[in-house]
């Protein structure tokens, strides 16, 4: 089986319209006072309240002291949708990229219609850009 290889151009083809991608379905509410730069390592959709759960290859930084500290979420919003945000992440995990993630300090979410027990909560991503 033949690997699939990417081109220079179709690397920087794929980058723009990453960035196009968070410039229509960005997250644009809330302050976002902290931020985390790593490779993603786990992505989950799915969930009934349209959110998504990601983690990356460093330690979670969780400004808003929630309980949950493996993952981060992206919540669904009337401005934006976490499917969005679900492309990038896959896209930078299928390609071993680097993400800046900027992440809010004063929200923690538990996502609707999941495994997770009661009472956990999750720091809330508020974007993720692919950087490299």
Do not use: W
């Not at 089986?1 to 980058?15: A, D, G, V």
């Not at 786990?42 to 493996?70: E, K, M, R």
């Not at 492309?87 to 071993?96: R, Y």
């Amino acid at each position: 089986m033949e690997h699939f290889r990417i081109t220079n151009s179709r690397k920087i083809h794929l980058k723009l319209m990453t960035i196009l991608l968070l410039c229509l379905g960005g997250v644009s509410h809330g302050a976002a006072p902290s931020s985390a730069v790593g490779k993603i390592d786990y992505v989950a959709g799915g969930y009934d309240d349209g959110s998504i759960a990601f983690s990356l290859d460093i330690p979670t930084n969780n400004p808003a002291g929630c309980n949950g500290t493996q993952l981060y979420f992206i919540k669904n919003s009337g401005t934006s949708s976490a499917q969005d945000a679900l492309a990038v992440a896959m896209f930078a995990k299928s390609l071993g990229l680097r993400v800046y993630v900027a992440i809010r300090g004063d929200e923690c979410i538990h996502p609707e219609g999941t495994d997770i027990p009661d009472g956990a909560t999750f720091p809330v991503a508020q974007r993720i850009v692919v950087i490299d």
